[in-house]
């Protein structure tokens, strides 16, 4: 009976001692490592856009007449010299329409040669009055129109020649075939292109600027090229053409950078870098990861230095990179912002600040140096000194 008259009392005395405890004790949460960082201003940076070594004049080659292709001499990557024949057409027409204007510019000489001797003759009849003014007008007439005749089956011969040697394709400049467009046994129509020449002599970079970068670039604009044959080996060039249109398909502008190739020796067809300097800016940026968005509005994560708690701040945001994302408004550079994990957070939670090290770090610390920082990764948090 002892037995059962103390359990009771034992009971009676835990729950008073539940009664006494602090309610304010029981609910406080512990505070949980927090990977933060502070916002990195953007400063002058710079741009890097792929491209290719081309040639700065790559004309179109075709015929200028049309027909069937009976040969094609050369192929892509051949190096061809001026006045080499690249391709030919099948000449029979051609040879047939020559055949034509010489048999027309005979019998227009014979013509000629008939009314010349009539004149003449003509002449001297009008000289003793034999015959009337008006026949011998009649007589010259006849002469001036053959000569008029002759005259056209003259230029007539010529075109016809020239479109025999038209019938070969012919390089107008020593170069390297870039592109062939046409093969043997095609029917092409005159200025339809065959090949494209690169001609030799100057080289160009070839890019592709994307439209929110492309109002920022004027010609004559200096840049810096790296051949990927040779990489950290950075040579001097300036924009010197871009294009007013956008490409249809791509949405980007063409850019052609020009460079001394003498220095550089580029070939044709080499992939290279361009690097353009990016427009100066306070801007600050922060790590992608910082970022989060409720409700279409997007905001990060704020540890109070006083508290150590968090606070959560909308900000405005710019276009995304790869990494990091500017922030137009809503943060300042001595602000501490949760760098991961932003998704398991909530307003007032109490954190301990560490970085990536997972060391703690003192959130009255000033932020690093803007090129101290650009050496490392763009997201990783201030170190804390020793």
């Not at 007589?139 to 089956?153: C, K, P, W």
């Not at 090229?225 to 950290?232: A, K, N, T």
Request: charged share 25%; with cysteine; hydrophobic share 40%.
């Amino acid at each position: 009976m002892l037995r059962y008259a103390v359990i009771p009392a034992l009971m009676a005395g835990l729950l008073g001692l539940q009664g006494c405890s602090d309610p304010d004790q029981e609910h406080q949460e512990a505070p949980r490592p927090a990977l933060v960082t502070q916002p990195l201003s953007s400063g002058a940076s710079q741009d890097v856009f792929p491209g290719e070594v081309r040639a700065r004049y790559e004309p179109e080659l075709g015929f200028r007449i049309g027909g069937k292709i009976s040969q094609r001499l050369v192929d892509v990557g051949d190096r061809v010299s001026e006045g080499a024949t690249l391709a030919r057409l099948d000449t029979d027409d051609v040879r047939l329409q020559l055949d034509a204007a010489r048999a027309q510019f005979a019998s227009a000489q014979a013509d000629h040669k008939l009314a010349k001797s009539e004149l003449e003759r003509y002449r001297e009849l009008q000289e003793r009055q034999v015959i009337s003014r008006s026949q011998f007008d009649a007589v010259e007439s006849r002469f001036d129109a053959s000569a008029a005749q002759l005259r056209q089956a003259g230029a007539n011969l010529k075109v016809a020649r020239n479109q025999a040697d038209y019938a070969a394709l012919k390089a107008p400049q020593a170069g390297v075939v870039a592109q062939r467009l046409a093969e043997a046994g095609q029917v092409v129509s005159p200025g339809q292109p065959v090949f494209v020449l690169a001609v030799d002599g100057d080289r160009e970079v070839r890019i592709d600027l994307p439209e929110q970068d492309v109002g920022r670039f004027t010609i004559g604009m200096p840049v810096a090229i790296e051949l990927w044959s040779r990489p950290g080996q950075l040579f001097t060039g300036k924009l010197r053409e871009l294009s007013p249109a956008a490409d249809p398909r791509s949405r980007t502008f063409e850019a052609r950078v020009a460079f001394d190739n003498d220095a550089v020796g580029a070939e044709l067809g080499q992939s290279a870098r361009v690097f353009a300097q990016a427009a100066t800016s306070e801007t600050l940026s922060i790590p992608l990861s910082a970022l989060t968005a409720e409700q279409e509005e997007t905001y990060v994560w704020v540890v109070d230095p006083a508290s150590a708690t968090l606070k959560k701040t909308p900000v405005e945001v710019g276009p995304y990179q790869e990494q990091v994302v500017p922030v137009l408004a809503g943060l300042r550079a001595s602000d501490w912002v949760v760098a991961a994990g932003t998704h398991l957070l909530r307003e007032g939670q109490p954190v301990i600040p560490v970085d990536r090290s997972n060391r703690q770090v003192e959130l009255t610390q000033v932020p690093m140096d803007v090129a101290t920082e650009a050496k490392r990764p763009v997201e990783a948090p201030a170190e804390q000194p020793e």
